[in-house]
């Protein structure tokens, strides 16, 4: 089967430009280094199927990172090479097509991004490019699907470039500079007040406003589109589901199984969130308290994402970033782990250093509440006011700073500067939206609605058989002196090692005083989400740094429990 | 001519870039973002405490840390 590789600078549209093609939804993004890995997909060219591959975005095959090598490392196994090119950056984009022409493999160029070009006042001879590099150019809008057709009507024309040999860099870079003379011209364009607004956003000063109320705009987004999903879909669908629920607690009568499968019932009744049956909190938690705030969240992420602000906060961010061993590039790790923690610690991989990506990881894993945890704080505080809720935040965030302070000066290693290329802002296409949102939340719900379920099985067995009542036993003197919370509020922080969420159910019968939930939420919210993120930091740190951030876990969570306890009581 | 480092730019400047500094791999990392000789450029903000800097270049926006930019040697326009 012929293979074709798609390949550019990054945020060029190749992952736009390989959805269309192939039909295969992926994630593309308005900040460059989303693709990290490649991708493959297939379609039918003229009635014979052919692979295509989606290549991380790379300047120069000359690579200088991670992502850039395994782009390179593709070349070898394209029989047919698209080169994508930003329209609105010819001069940038044309290094690595010169480059590729002296690879002498067939090429052919989609001169993506065509629409803003026009609109820039850019206009490009696409006759003469062609001649130039004597191989095809086809102008394309990857978003709208204008020229795709054209694209693939001509992938039979890509060839081998006869153009002379290139000798060393700075021949490539005169001929490049040669080229761009020749085809552009550029309708001069007066600074507007709209590019005003656009520097404005990066500036320090003002950069930190929009910061603020970009997040602030950010969580208002997802508490309205999370209350409005539970209002009106998962409270009506749940209280339908009363009726079975009740039917089968009838039937199976007193026991083993009635705990395992219903829970324990509240005044004569099932309470959700409760009870903790596999069937009643274990599936009210997942579907009726964390789902519906997921969908918001990465709602929001997505528009955040494909406006082009990231890269810009990164920009502003970037001080504070560095005094933590990272760079403003870690902001999306963190961001990813607001939602789960899981895709948080897979993002740090787009960190240059080792000591990067394992600085970022541990932080998201211990400070960044996931949705999950974040549910648990609300519903275990949200009666008591806003305040107590904003100091599980505000303790986090300090633990968030000093935590890295600390990680900073023990990790070894490096930490480069930052060195962005920031992409224009864009309008967020309500279809691009859309798909990105529902290809996250499909994602969530099966890889880590399993584990959230999960949770609840095996928490629900080692209660039914005792078990959790018998740790407790032991742990509790050291609870109670320790962290000041009664004997009865160990089981809830035991089960919590598992999973956060359900803690909200054990902790709530109590009647724990605001202060002691407070405490018991904020150590149950710096341990390690659940054992999905265990496994996700093996799998990126090994077993030696994971070990580490683990033992970070431990201590931050005594060192912050006991702290509050004296502070709070 | 006014030759100096990009880092001491202030926002609001334009300048040419005449020289890169520094090793083949690090001219060749910034040359591919545009970044080139002969090149004019606007320095959009500069953050405090040693941090990063927003040029603007063939009219994108690229953020460059405070070591970087000293070994690129700029002419400011007057
Ligand atoms: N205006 C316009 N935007 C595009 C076009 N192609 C892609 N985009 C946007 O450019 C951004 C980068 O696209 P992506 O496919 O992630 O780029 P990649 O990094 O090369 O894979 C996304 O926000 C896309 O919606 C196009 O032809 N015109
Ligand atoms: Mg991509």
Excluded at chain 1, 305 to 324: C, I, M, Q
Excluded at chain 1, 389 to 402: D, E, N, Q, R, W
Aim: charge should be neutral; proline fraction near 4%.
């Amino acid at each position: 089967m012929k293979t074709i590789l798609l390949i550019g600078d990054p945020n060029v549209g190749k992952s736009v430009l390989f959805s269309r093609l192939t039909g295969v939804d992926v994630i593309a993004s308005n900040y460059p280094g989303t693709t990290v890995d490649y991708l493959k997909g297939r379609m039918n060219l003229h009635g014979e199927p052919v692979e295509i591959l989606d290549a991380p975005g790379t300047y120069s095959l000359e690579a200088t990172n991670k992502a850039e090598e395994v782009a390179v490392s593709l070349l070898d196994q394209a029989d047919v090479i698209v080169n994508v090119v930003d329209a609105t950056s010819l001069e940038r984009c044309l290094l690595l097509t010169v480059e590729l022409l002296e690879k002498r493999k067939p090429v052919i160029v989609a001169l993506n991004m065509w629409d803003e070009a026009q609109h820039l006042g850019i206009h490009i001879d696409v006759r003469e490019l062609e001649n130039i590099l004597q191989v095809p150019v086809v102008p394309t809008v990857a978003i709208t699907a204008e020229g795709i057709k054209e694209l693939v009507r001509r992938l039979d024309e890509a060839r081998i470039s006869e153009r002379p040999r290139l000798e060393g860099e700075d021949q490539v870079w005169t001929e490049v500079g040669h080229i761009v003379r020749k085809v552009q011209s550029v309708a001069h364009r007066h600074h507007s007040v709209w590019d005003r607004l656009s520097d404005a956003t990066v500036q320090s000063g003002t950069g930190w406003l929009t910061a603020l109320g970009v997040l602030f705009a950010l969580f208002w987004l997802v508490r309205l589109v999370g209350e409005g999903i539970i209002r009106y879909g998962v409270e009506p669908v749940f209280d339908l589901y009363r009726l079975p629920v009740a039917a089968l607690s009838g039937w199976l009568g007193p026991g083993f199984l009635h705990d395992v499968l219903v829970g324990t019932l509240i005044n004569g009744k099932v309470d959700y969130v409760q009870s903790m049956g596999i069937l009643t909190t274990g599936l009210f938690v997942p579907f009726g308290m964390v789902l519906p705030y997921i969908i918001a969240f990465y709602l929001a992420l997505a528009l955040l994402e494909d406006s082009g602000y990231l890269p810009r906060l990164a920009t502003v961010t970037d001080n504070v970033f560095h005094k933590l061993g990272l760079h403003g590039h870690g902001i999306i790790p963190v961001l990813l782990g607001l939602g789960c923690n899981v895709p948080g610690v897979l993002a740090a991989r787009t960190l240059e250093t080792r000591k990067q990506r394992f600085i970022a990881a541990t932080l998201v894993s211990v400070t960044v509440p996931c949705m999950a945890q974040s549910a648990m704080i609300f519903g275990v505080l949200g009666h008591y006011g806003a305040r107590y809720i904003l100091l599980v935040y505000g303790t986090l965030s300090a633990v968030f700073i000093l935590l890295g302070l600390v990680l900073n000066k023990t990790a070894h290693g490096e930490c480069p500067e930052l060195f962005l290329d920031i992409p224009p802002y864009r309008r967020p296409s309500l279809l691009a939206v859309t798909k990105k949102t529902w290809m996250r939340v499909r994602w969530f719900v099966a890889e880590a609605v399993p584990f959230l379920f999960l949770g609840v099985v095996v928490v629900n067995i080692l209660n039914a058989l005792g078990i959790i009542e018998h740790l407790a036993r032991h742990v509790a003197p050291f609870m109670q002196c320790w962290f000041g919370l009664p004997g009865a509020a160990v089981p809830a922080l035991l089960a919590g090692f598992l999973r956060k969420d359900l803690a909200v159910g054990m902790l709530v019968p109590l009647a724990l005083s605001p202060a002691q939930l407070t405490i018991a939420v904020t150590v149950l919210t710096l341990y390690f989400p659940c054992v999905a993120a265990f496994a996700i930091l093996l799998k990126e740190l090994g077993v030696k740094d994971m070990l580490k951030a683990a033992l970070a876990m431990i201590l931050t969570a005594l060192l912050v429990g006991g702290i509050l306890r004296l502070v709070l009581m | 001519m006014n030759e100096q480092s990009l880092a001491l730019l202030k926002q609001g400047d334009t300048a040419t870039i005449i020289a890169l500094h520094g090793g083949c791999g690090f001219q060749h990392r910034v040359r591919s973002v545009g970044l080139k000789e002969g090149k004019l450029l606007r320095m959009v903000a500069k953050h405090h405490f040693a941090g990063p800097l927003v040029v603007e270049v063939e009219r994108r926006h690229i953020t460059i840390g405070r070591g970087m930019a000293q070994k690129i040697i700029v002419a400011r326009a007057l």
